[in-house]
């Protein structure tokens, strides 16, 4: 029997867990960095120890809230923490402190761009909670090692409601989530390291159903690219197990990204499994307004802003305002250079063309660029200028720039012998000379074939090593072949 896959519209929703870069940990003084010797980050409130008493941090706090106020949510000014109970070698404690009735922030939303317009994927919360140690499968043939260094980062928690309709959405709301968690610079968003990690739930109904479907969670997603993947697999797999007469079952899956498929884990407990309650050692807390404030003043202009302004102020085209934006230090790099010239376009065109095949061509980041601002805007001058053009000042001047960071743009034009001649007496030489070696074109010309005039551009060009003026070239052309 053919499956009809068209008669189902898949519903997700996105789990993200973000570990934040905060020194400490969310409870005491514990460094809270990736990776360390095994267990070196383990007090003994890290390991739970009986009489240790739990101290929050107030800068976990205040990321959770920058977090939330970057996505527009509702800041919860009375939290609590609670216990969530359970049992598991990497959880000393015997549970794991979280928020529970309390989130720290609430509702909120983030707007990815889709074929079909914008979109505004709804969170539902976002909370603050306790990471888990680590346990490890293959330091061991017989036995599982636990590192307790994670234990204790402090992590929020960012769910979204089940509005996402499809796992293109689910790559794009990802990609602009980590992109502010990146901007306000409370998470790295690194998802192979672990520190930003995504489960997905996925489920299926008939179009035009109300009522949602019974969803599967699918676990250790590594990336992306593998969201997007799982989803897309799940999505074929929860049809097809319908339309053959199956029943979907609440469970756990896990991803394996070497075939691209998914196996059950375990089926899902009920949530009141954990009885949680108010953690006893740890006070309410509350959020006031100063600290709000504060928090607010802390917030750099996000893509979404920076985008709008980019286009609309500076009038570069969506395309371009997009991809400066990809990452903050790109952004903070075309901000600086724009101090500097009011050439937007072409500051633009600078980074996203020859700067960035730079950098990728070797490898490097915009941090490791070492032309400055400065330089990159007198580069800029000097083709606006006319006195070098662009294929010149990046194929021969940027390079010597990337050398030697305390080099003048025009002193390397000038040592190259790269300065284009503005002197209309050595390019009328060249006109000259160019159509002197071409009488018959000259002919064809004056009979009518203008398209003509640029072979003779080029043939002054190549005479004149690129150092004719173009626009006094085309000029002295016109005049020559006109008179
Ligand atoms: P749980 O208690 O199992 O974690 P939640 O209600 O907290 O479930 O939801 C967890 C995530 O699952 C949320 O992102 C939510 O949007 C999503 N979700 C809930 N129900 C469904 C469903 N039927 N289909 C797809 N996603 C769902
Ligand atoms: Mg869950």
């Avoid at 990736?34 to 107030?58: D, Q, W």
């Avoid at 949602?212 to 999505?235: C, D, M, P, W």
Wanted: proline share 4%.
């Amino acid at each position: 029997m053919a499956v009809n896959y068209d008669k189902y519209e898949i519903v997700v929703g996105l789990e993200v867990h973000a570990q934040l870069l905060t020194q400490t940990k969310l409870f005491c003084g514990d460094s809270a960095s990736f990776g360390g010797e095994p267990n070196t980050h383990v007090s003994a409130i890290t390991l739970g120890h009986p009489g240790t008493l739990p101290k929050l941090s107030k800068k976990a706090v205040e990321y959770a809230v920058k977090m939330g106020l970057a996505c527009h949510c509702e800041i919860e000014r009375h939290n609590y923490f609670a216990r969530k109970n359970y049992f598991y070698p990497d959880l000393p404690k015997g549970y794991q402190i979280t928020q529970h009735t309390t989130p720290i922030c609430k509702g909120g939303f983030v707007v990815i761009k889709t074929a079909n317009g914008d979109k505004n994927i709804l969170l539902n919360r976002i909370h603050l909670e306790e990471d888990a140690g680590k346990s490890l499968h293959d330091v061991d043939e017989k036995n599982t090692s636990i590192d307790y260094n994670r234990a204790g980062v402090p992590l929020i928690e960012i769910v979204t409601e089940p509005c996402l309709q499809s796992s293109d959405e689910a790559f794009l709301y990802l990609t602009e989530l980590r992109k502010i968690l990146r901007y306000t610079e409370v998470c790295d968003g690194n998802m192979e390291e672990g520190s930003m990690r995504c489960d997905a739930n996925v489920s299926i109904r008939l179009k035009g159903e109300k009522k949602l479907g019974t969803k599967v969670e699918v676990k250790n997603l590594n990336s992306i690219r593998n969201v997007k993947r799982a989803i897309e697999f799940e999505t074929k797999r929860l049809i097809e197990l319908v339309e053959n007469g199956g029943n979907v079952t609440q469970e756990t899956r896990s991803f394996d990204a070497n075939n691209g498929t998914t196996f059950s884990m375990r089926t899902k407990e009920d949530a009141n499994d954990y009885r949680y309650f108010a953690d006893p050692d740890l006070t309410p807390f509350n959020i006031t307004d100063i600290f709000l404030e504060e928090i607010k003043k802390t917030i750099p202009a996000l893509p979404e802003e920076l985008i709008a302004k980019y286009t609309s102020v500076l009038m570069l085209p969506e395309y371009d305002a997009r991809v400066i934006c990809d990452d903050k230090e790109t952004s903070d790099f075309f901000e600086k250079i724009i101090k500097q010239t009011t050439n937007y376009k072409a500051a633009a065109n600078w980074l996203i063309g020859p700067i960035k095949s730079y950098l990728n061509e070797n490898s490097l980041l915009i941090k490791d660029f070492s032309v400055s601002a400065e330089t990159l805007a007198q580069l800029i001058q000097l083709v606006d200028e006319g006195k070098v053009n662009f294929s010149v000042a990046s194929t021969k001047i940027l390079p010597e720039l990337i050398k030697d960071k305390n080099a003048n743009p025009l002193e390397v034009a000038t040592a190259l012998n790269l300065v284009q001649s503005s002197d209309t007496s050595e390019v009328l030489i060249w006109v000259e000379e160019a159509l002197a070696k071409m009488p018959d074109k000259v002919a064809e010309y004056k009979k009518g074939k203008k398209g003509l005039i640029g072979l003779f551009v080029g043939e002054v060009k190549r005479i004149s090593k690129g150092k004719a003026d173009p626009k006094l070239t085309n000029e002295i052309l016109l005049q020559k072949l006109n008179s």
